[in-house]
């Protein structure tokens, strides 16, 4: 059902969620992850996200995983990446250089795909599940990371007087507390109304749109 969803939204090109510039928050939060040249950042959900180049430009290795074979093959075409692939478990395996994302279902990830992981970045991919399975990705997360990975988590709340419920799912700091803490310490770094930028927001009746970055790490 979800995994539908997901690839429809992709076949009909519904991807408004997608930026075509690098995410303000993921730069001026990035020094919160404290890595190092070469370290691994694991972007869940990844989608086509350009925020993987730019990690990746600045010495980092990635990794992702992604439903969408259109937003893999997509990602690497419209960034002019040529790529190998191969299949490894469940998963299609797409390489260029430090970059590697999995096609395929996040909840099929072991730990060794993923062992080398210093920082997770998630960006639209908690707040993109409704709670069943909301709840099922914050405990394989903490399945699959050990103590010393950081999240650097970014939501969104909101409050709609039309359109669709979500996805985005309206995220609230006790929701995140909700979710997260049984398995993480829980960091909230900034929060900032951007709903002046967010003029879809704006037509589907939202007053504000509260986005927030944190720190998780167990
Ligand atoms: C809202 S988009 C966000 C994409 C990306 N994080 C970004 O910032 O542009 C959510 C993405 O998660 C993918 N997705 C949803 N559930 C997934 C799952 N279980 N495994 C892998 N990908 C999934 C969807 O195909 C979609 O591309």
Redesign the pocket.
């Known amino acids: 059902m979800?995994?539908e969803f997901?690839?429809e939204?992709?076949q009909n090109n519904q991807?408004g969620?997608?930026?075509k510039s690098v995410?303000p928050l993921l730069i001026k939060h990035l020094d919160s992850l404290f890595l190092q040249n070469g370290n691994t950042v694991f972007?869940?959900?990844?989608?086509?996200?350009i925020?993987m180049l730019w990690l990746n430009n600045l010495g980092f290795k990635v990794v992702g995983?992604?439903?969408?074979e259109l937003?893999v093959e997509q990602f690497f075409a419209e960034n002019q990446l040529t790529f190998t692939k191969t299949s490894e478990e469940k998963f299609i395996r797409y390489d260029y250089q430090n970059i590697r994302i999995y096609q395929?279902?996040?909840?099929n990830l072991n730990a060794e795909m993923i062992k080398d992981t210093k920082a997770v970045y998630?960006?639209?991919?908690f707040?993109?599940?409704p709670d069943d399975?909301a709840k099922k990705?914050t405990k394989k997360m903490y399945e699959l990371f050990n103590e010393s990975v950081k999240t650097l988590l970014i939501t969104l709340e909101f409050e709609k007087k039309r359109g669709p419920i979500g996805?985005?799912f309206s995220t609230t700091i006790d929701k995140v507390n909700h979710f997260y803490q049984d398995y993480f310490k829980i960091n909230l770094l900034e929060e900032i109304d951007i709903i002046e930028d967010e003029p879809k927001f704006r037509e589907q009746g939202c007053d504000f749109l509260v986005e927030r970055c944190f720190i998780l790490q167990s």
Do not use: N
């Open positions: 979800q995994k997901w690839l939204k992709w991807t969620f997608h930026k995410h972007v869940p959900l990844c989608g086509k996200s925020d995983v992604e439903f969408s937003a395929g279902d996040f909840f998630d960006r639209a991919a707040i993109a599940l399975i990705y996805p985005p």
